[in-house]
Nanobody, 128 residues
Framework: QVQLVESGGGLVQAGDSLRLSCAAS????????MGWFRQAPGKEREFVAA????????YYADSVKGRFTISSASAKSTVYLQMNSLKPEDTAVYFC?????????????????????WGQGTQVTVSS
């Protein structure tokens, strides 16, 4: 059974940084793409970032490019999301996700439907 456990969320001020972590178990970490999504109140869950397993290719939503960085530590089966220059509009519950297929990379931007396992989410609140 795949389990994803996020940590690192919190309340910060605009311009601050946070690093989210996601510890994965129950899957061969090095064979699955991992991603981060977020959901703000009253809005749909949206893609934030993803990393492929084959060559660590990274993908980002336009809204976070240049500010967020996704990375992974295979030895720890952990994926990270470094968030810099946070804005109030980044406030949301952030979810870690695993693509249960063994795709080496995405030919297009990753989508919600690509990911079959989800964590419980961690709240990020950015005050102005």
């Amino acid at each position: 059974q795949v389990q994803l456990v996020e940590s690192g969320g919190g309340l910060v001020q605009a311009g601050d940084s946070l690093r989210l972590s996601c510890a994965a178990s129950g899957l061969t970490f090095r064979r699955h793409a991992m991603g981060w999504f977020r959901q703000a109140p009253g809005k749909e869950r949206e893609f934030v970032a993803a990393i492929s397993w084959s060559d660590s290719r990274t993908y980002y939503a336009d809204s976070v490019k240049g500010r967020f960085t996704i990375s992974s530590a295979s030895a720890k089966s952990t994926v990270y999301l470094q968030m810099n220059s946070l804005k109030p509009e980044d406030t949301a519950v952030y979810f870690c996700a695993a693509d249960l297929r063994a795709l080496p990379y995405y030919p297009r931007s990753p989508r919600l439907a690509d990911f079959g396992a989800w964590g419980q989410g961690t709240q990020v609140t950015v005050s102005s």
